[in-house]
């Protein structure tokens, strides 16, 4: 069998002391934290199309990277070489799941006829592979947005046609992410949303995604899957505004379109920073409206305002995210999938290994941290006092809608002024810092 990552061999934990670039300090898959393994609850997912298929080129250059198994002049045999490698990769990493998009395994042919028999057999090879090596497939997607035919959009296209070759690659999609076991299937909206309203009816396309969202709704039942369906907001990029803008803005389209029981969301970190929010809060949203499902794991730039997806390395990140996880109560179809890419610059294997073992490692941390926060409580304490009042006779008959307007008012003119009241911000800062 032809070795792909010959200069790396199975990465293990050796422990915070551990020297060693291609060992884990932190992720201990086996060691128990609050009754279940690190590994159960990080479910860390490597993404095939940054990791194998993402080679450093960027809008202003090509690639850089040269990987051995792209070596093959003929395209199939280019992906089979390529799904060997990965499933070497995910071995030698340590990783429980894959994710991938139905163009990242295999090349489109001229017809959706021949696309799907090249899918086919890709699918064939993963799911061997799969059996070989006990990974599991997170989620399966499709790429409705590379190919000229999406440049004005899948579902929210202004040609019904175009709406039918979407509606088409996502029924194989769907089809191949059953076919492996995939455990959720995702909608990252590429191209649904617009460059310019001057050209753009707003209300139909909003209508024909939410209908494509209810085919799929349909096609799932139908063949028996029952993966989670997510949404994965993201605000622009590539065009300058996308539907599903952030957690909100999807959450409110759910309700509308009634499809709220069929989906959850896959918070992006890099896509909640785009959307001026933190990841924290994308995260806190979803799970205090109980649609958290799963999670891209990665970062962007301070400095550069666009989708970098770097590798997430911030332990103030990676804790507070699985502070909001853990409380949600954990993974259950979902887990952190690393939509990142190496930097072009790092163009040898070693750097792919490099980058993962060291946002696991950080995500390791991020889950000691939580555990310890979640065990002393300081910030759900502070919270809690924040909120006592509530807990009052009083706040208690205001929030169960007691108390009218009239009421209200007259239990102000007995009772005066509120007494002003820290929020305590620098200190609970402080508090996370000893923990950090
Ligand atoms: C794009 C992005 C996608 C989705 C899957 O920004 O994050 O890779 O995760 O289509
Ligand atoms: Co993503």
Known sequence: ????????????????????????????????????????????????WHTFKGLGADQFGADTIVRSYDDAADPMQRAEQTMHAAFEFFTKLGVDFWCFHDRDIAPEADTLAETNKRLDT?????????????????????????????????????????????????????????ELGGQGYVFWGGREGYDTLLNTDMKRELDHLALLLQLAVDHKKSIGFDGQFYIEPKPKEPTKHQYDFDAGNCFAFLQKYNLVPHFKLNIEANHATLAAHTFHHELEFSAVNGILGSVDANRGDLLLGWDTDQFPTDLYDTSLAMYIILRAGGFTTGGLNFDAHVRRQSIDNADLFYAHIGSMDAFARGLKIAARLIEDKPLEKAIQDRYAAWDSPFGKDVAAGKMDFAKLQAWILENGQPTPRSGRQELLENILNEYI
């Open 122 to 178: 890709i699918v064939a090879l993963a799911k061997t592979l799969q059996n070989d090596t006990g990974l599991k497939c997170l989620w399966g997607t499709t790429n409705a947005f590379s190919h000229p035919r999406f440049m004005a959009g899948a579902g929210t296209n202004p040609d019904p046609h175009v709406f039918a070759y979407a509606a088409c690659q996502i029924k194989k999609a769907i089809e191949i992410t059953h």
């Open 1 to 48: 069998m032809r070795e792909y990552f010959p200069e790396v061999k199975n990465v293990k934990y050796e422990g915070p002391d551990s020297k060693n670039p291609l060992a884990f300090k932190h992720y201990n898959p086996g060691e128990t934290i609050m009754g279940k393994t690190m590994a159960e609850h990080l479910r860390f997912a490597v993404c095939y």
